[in-house]
Protein backbone atom coordinates (compact mmCIF):
# COMPACT_ATOMS: atom_id res chain seq x y z
CA UNK A 1 0.00 0.00 0.00
CA UNK A 2 3.05 2.16 0.09
CA UNK A 3 3.92 4.68 -2.34
CA UNK A 4 7.11 4.74 -4.44
CA UNK A 5 8.56 8.66 -4.74
CA UNK A 6 11.49 9.53 -5.82
CA UNK A 7 14.39 9.87 -3.21
CA UNK A 8 15.66 12.80 -5.27
CA UNK A 9 14.83 14.69 -8.11
CA UNK A 10 16.02 12.98 -11.41
CA UNK A 11 18.54 14.54 -13.43
CA UNK A 12 15.94 16.42 -16.12
CA UNK A 13 13.11 16.78 -13.32
CA UNK A 14 10.96 19.66 -14.70
CA UNK A 15 11.59 21.82 -11.33
CA UNK A 16 15.21 22.04 -12.16
CA UNK A 17 16.30 25.29 -13.25
CA UNK A 18 17.21 25.90 -17.15
CA UNK A 19 13.89 23.69 -18.03
CA UNK A 20 15.67 20.24 -19.26
CA UNK A 21 12.83 18.72 -20.52
CA UNK A 22 11.88 21.64 -22.65
CA UNK A 23 8.93 22.32 -22.13
CA UNK A 24 6.48 25.05 -23.92
CA UNK A 25 5.86 27.99 -22.05
CA UNK A 26 3.19 28.04 -19.17
CA UNK A 27 3.48 23.79 -19.08
CA UNK A 28 4.76 23.35 -15.78
CA UNK A 29 2.85 26.08 -14.50
CA UNK A 30 -0.39 23.77 -16.01
CA UNK A 31 0.89 21.02 -14.70
CA UNK A 32 0.97 22.00 -10.98
CA UNK A 33 -2.05 23.84 -10.90
CA UNK A 34 -4.40 20.45 -12.34
CA UNK A 35 -2.27 18.20 -9.58
CA UNK A 36 -3.34 21.30 -6.60
CA UNK A 37 -6.88 21.72 -8.03
CA UNK A 38 -7.35 17.98 -8.10
CA UNK A 39 -5.05 17.57 -4.77
CA UNK A 40 -3.18 15.33 -6.36
CA UNK A 41 0.58 15.29 -7.64
CA UNK A 42 2.48 14.81 -10.67
CA UNK A 43 3.76 11.31 -11.52
CA UNK A 44 8.11 11.74 -12.71
CA UNK A 45 8.40 11.73 -16.32
CA UNK A 46 11.38 9.54 -16.27
CA UNK A 47 9.29 7.07 -14.49
CA UNK A 48 6.30 6.57 -16.65
CA UNK A 49 5.63 3.92 -19.01
CA UNK A 50 6.85 4.59 -22.76
CA UNK A 51 9.48 7.07 -20.92
CA UNK A 52 10.82 4.52 -18.75
CA UNK A 53 12.66 0.94 -19.11
CA UNK A 54 9.62 -1.26 -18.82
CA UNK A 55 11.62 -2.36 -15.57
CA UNK A 56 10.83 0.99 -14.12
CA UNK A 57 7.71 1.48 -11.96
CA UNK A 58 6.10 4.86 -11.79
CA UNK A 59 7.17 7.54 -8.52
CA UNK A 60 6.05 10.52 -6.93
CA UNK A 61 7.98 13.63 -8.71
CA UNK A 62 10.48 14.91 -5.84
CA UNK A 63 10.67 18.24 -7.32
CA UNK A 64 6.71 18.39 -7.02
CA UNK A 65 6.47 17.22 -3.52
CA UNK A 66 8.67 18.73 -2.04
CA UNK A 67 7.25 21.80 -3.39
CA UNK A 68 3.36 21.25 -3.09
CA UNK A 69 1.63 19.18 0.26
CA UNK A 70 -1.17 18.59 -1.67
CA UNK A 71 -3.76 16.70 0.51
CA UNK A 72 -3.46 13.41 -1.31
CA UNK A 73 0.68 13.56 -0.77
CA UNK A 74 -0.55 14.35 3.04
CA UNK A 75 -2.72 10.96 3.17
CA UNK A 76 -0.16 9.16 1.61
CA UNK A 77 2.26 10.37 4.18
CA UNK A 78 -0.03 9.66 7.25
CA UNK A 79 -1.63 6.21 6.10
CA UNK A 80 0.42 4.46 4.51
CA UNK A 81 4.07 5.87 3.96
CA UNK A 82 6.35 6.47 0.70
CA UNK A 83 8.88 3.99 -0.63
CA UNK A 84 11.43 6.61 -2.20
CA UNK A 85 13.36 5.10 -4.59
CA UNK A 86 16.22 6.33 -6.89
CA UNK A 87 15.54 7.85 -9.97
CA UNK A 88 16.13 5.67 -12.76
CA UNK A 89 19.26 6.14 -14.44
CA UNK A 90 19.52 8.01 -17.70
CA UNK A 91 18.69 6.16 -21.13
Known amino acids: MRTRRLSRMCDTCVFR ?10 RLRDLIE ?11 HSTLPGMAAAD ?5 CRGFADRYPTQALQLIELLFGFDDVEPPPKA
Open 56 to 60: VKPAV
Open 34 to 44: QAQQEQSYIIC
Open 17 to 26: SGNPMHLAPG
